[in-house]
């Protein structure tokens, strides 16, 4: 136990932000094209959170171009740079899964202030 323990604690980012379901973030990927290596930012909201700690992933859900579009991003991955929240959101739920019907305005979080 004490081995897994202590590759978990290696492996964890410990400079990520307190982050919950319904902010807005803007998320950076490592995206590697043939030879070279470039970031990409996706940004959405948090729909969902699961697992914990090394195993810790987020689902990003944003609209373009009218399709929603949804990410699953392990949180703890190599390949994920840095994770930023743009707006705190005001929800009452663990899983905003109810977003995936909504269109428009009604697709909205409140933001908290």
């Known amino acids: 136990m004490d081995l897994i323990k202590t590759l978990n604690e290696r492996y964890m980012k410990p400079e990520l932000p307190e982050m919950n379901v319904g902010d807005t973030v803007r998320v950076l990927v490592k995206v590697k094209e043939g030879s070279r290596?470039?970031?990409?930012?996706?940004?959405?909201?948090?729909?969902?959170?699961?697992?914990?700690?090394?195993?810790?992933?987020?689902?990003?859900?944003?609209?373009?171009?009218?399709?929603?579009?949804?990410?699953?991003?392990?949180?703890?991955s190599p390949s994920i740079e840095s994770v930023t929240v743009i707006r705190k959101g005001k929800v009452r739920r663990a899983k905003l899964y109810y977003l995936r019907d909504r269109v428009g305005k009604k697709a909205k979080v409140k933001e908290r202030l």
């Open 37 to 76: 290596e470039r970031t990409q930012a996706y940004e959405g909201v948090i729909i969902a959170r699961k697992h914990g700690s090394i195993n810790e992933t987020i689902t990003v859900r944003r609209i373009s171009y009218g399709v929603g579009c949804e990410k699953v991003f392990p949180v703890h």
